[in-house]
């Protein structure tokens, strides 16, 4: 039977950029555009937010979960909306995101079965609460009977903690969307981007404001970008007053204006020191034609070809980074080498290849002809969220 009808799960919440978001959204217009029909569940603050492919999958809630503060929606109205989504899909393959993540990915794997596909995104290690959430998941994990992961270090986590064994097919980008954008520069000025959550350590932003005196001292008229959702006020002593002028904090910015920064500026710098399975992030400023400085992470040095595609410099070290910006900028056959790398590199990523990757799973999964169907079965749901006050929807 052919496949026409795929449900994606995003665990997490459809307001907040991140990594595992963008993928979801990326893969079901790629999708949609292959001439599926696609229909994407994920937990929403705002529904009116959603676009007609996402199915409000109910309010998040702010939780700590793998070195970060995600927004999840679990629960019994949680669990209620699940089954609906299942029952009114009637979907030919699902395929679910981060499926031990305690959100509507696992809710999914519990509530449903037939052709499920599932892909693992994060590496970690492990603690007391995700050791709890994968002894609980191996109730659902037998009936997955596809398995993706995006990264080495996502598979070898995989692996470790429930185990088993996954097929590896990256993150994708959308690249022609990154070149469509508008590419200017302003003249005699350098531009430095960061982008991630400010308030999160392991995105690395203290590293780079540690490098700010030697980059500003070794390029006269240069400018700090730093995007993403936070409060910057604990970071303001890392600014010497003679340079608040040129660090600019904006904000959050949507995936649109993502898309525009990258293309508007000389470099991005991703300065994490940890917990990284992949970098999408690395890609998608290669997609737009920029420079990349990044550390020296596992999951970065293999994304950037061991430096061939962007500069590396040791994890946590500001000097190397002040080192690394400053040559990239001050060198412009170096950064026109590097610009050229990675826009070769990044086809590896474009989802017009990657997406007949994931076909295949879902082709494979679907050899039976069934459809997905709700597991009545899964009374473990009910038990569990049966702790929780109705009135708490979203909760843990």
Not at 193 to 208: D, H, Q, S, T
Not at 224 to 244: C, N
Not at 324 to 341: H, P, S, W
Request: glycine letters at 10%; charged letters at 25%.
């Amino acid at each position: 039977m052919t496949i026409k009808r795929i449900g994606i799960v995003c665990p997490y919440s459809w307001d907040v950029p991140g990594g595992v978001r963008s993928h979801v959204a990326d893969l079901a217009v790629t999708l949609q555009g292959r001439g599926y029909e696609v229909n994407v569940l994920a937990p929403v603050e705002d529904p009116n937010t959603l676009p007609k492919y996402v199915f409000n999958g109910g309010r998040p809630t702010a939780v700590s979960y793998n070195g970060s503060i995600a927004r999840l929606s679990f629960g019994v109205r949680a669990t209620r909306r699940v089954r609906q989504w299942i029952r009114e899909g009637d979907f030919d393959v699902v395929h679910i995101h981060e499926p031990v993540a305690p959100s509507l990915s696992l809710l999914t794997c519990w509530a449903a079965r037939g052709p499920l596909v599932a892909t693992w995104h994060s590496s970690h290690e492990r603690s007391r609460m995700l050791s709890a959430g994968y002894y609980v998941a191996q109730t659902a994990m037998e009936k997955i009977r596809g398995r993706i992961a995006v990264s080495e270090a996502a598979r070898e986590t995989l692996v470790e903690h429930i185990g088993g064994d996954a097929v590896l097919i990256p993150n994708g980008v959308r690249v022609a969307d990154f070149r469509d954008q508008e590419s200017f520069a302003i003249e005699g000025t350098q531009r430095i981007l960061f982008l991630g959550r400010i308030n999160e350590p392991r995105k690395g932003l203290e590293v780079l404001l540690r490098a700010l005196p030697q980059i500003f001292s070794g390029l006269e008229r240069c400018e700090i970008l730093i995007a993403g959702p936070g409060d910057p006020q604990e970071y303001e002593k890392f600014l010497d007053p003679q340079w608040r002028d040129r660090v600019s904090f904006v904000g959050a910015i949507s995936d649109e204006e993502k898309r525009r920064t990258l293309r508007q500026v000389d470099v991005y710098v991703a300065p994490h020191i940890g917990g990284e399975s992949f970098g999408i992030v690395l890609a998608e400023a290669m997609a737009a034609g920029t420079a990349v400085v990044a550390s020296d992470l596992a999951a970065f040095d293999r994304v950037l070809q061991s430096g061939k595609s962007g500069r590396l410099f040791p994890v946590g070290n500001a000097k190397a980074l002040g080192s690394a910006v400053v040559e990239v900028l001050t060198d412009q056959n170096r950064r026109r080498m590097l610009i050229e790398a990675g826009n070769a590199r990044v086809m590896d990523f474009d989802w017009e290849r990657v997406v007949e990757d994931v076909i295949a799973v879902y082709e494979a999964v679907h050899l039976s002809g069934e459809k997905v169907e709700e597991d009545l079965r899964g009374q473990i749901v009910g038990r569990f969220a049966g702790r929780r006050s109705r009135d708490n929807e979203g909760t843990l």
